[in-house]
């Protein structure tokens, strides 16, 4: 089951925040960006960049996502790895809230998602 209408509005208030704090500086966003949607019951933060052998096409990159679960009210946290398949994170698979799997995203502790 996807989220309501007012949780994608207030998900998507909550990534755009992410996103002004995280992004690079404006002069380097056309190299790296950061980028994040709603899909389904998921939200998704991602890489921006021109590809390499075709500088005109932009590429998304995926770096994070988080489920939500409503049954028990948690997010579950997955990063993607070299095998291009998504992971839990498993220094913490679940978070309590959005802002919460943010603030893992930010901190990237074990530089899972952004390397």
Do not use: N
């Not at 990159?61 to 993607?80: C, D, E, F, G, N």
């Amino acid at each position: 089951m996807s989220l309501s209408e007012f949780e994608i509005k207030r998900a998507e208030k909550v990534i755009q925040g992410f996103l002004e704090k995280h992004r690079p500086p404006p002069h380097i966003r056309s190299q790296l960006d950061l980028g994040g949607r709603v899909s389904g019951q998921s939200v998704e933060i991602f890489s921006i960049r021109p590809r390499y052998d075709d500088p005109s096409i932009r590429m998304e990159t995926p770096a994070a996502k988080a489920t939500y679960v409503k049954s028990r009210s948690l997010w579950k946290v997955y990063w993607m790895r070299a095998d291009l398949k998504w992971h839990a994170y498993e220094p913490q698979a679940e978070v309590k809230s959005l802002e919460a799997f943010l603030d893992l995203v930010g901190e990237d502790a074990h530089a899972c998602f952004f390397g």
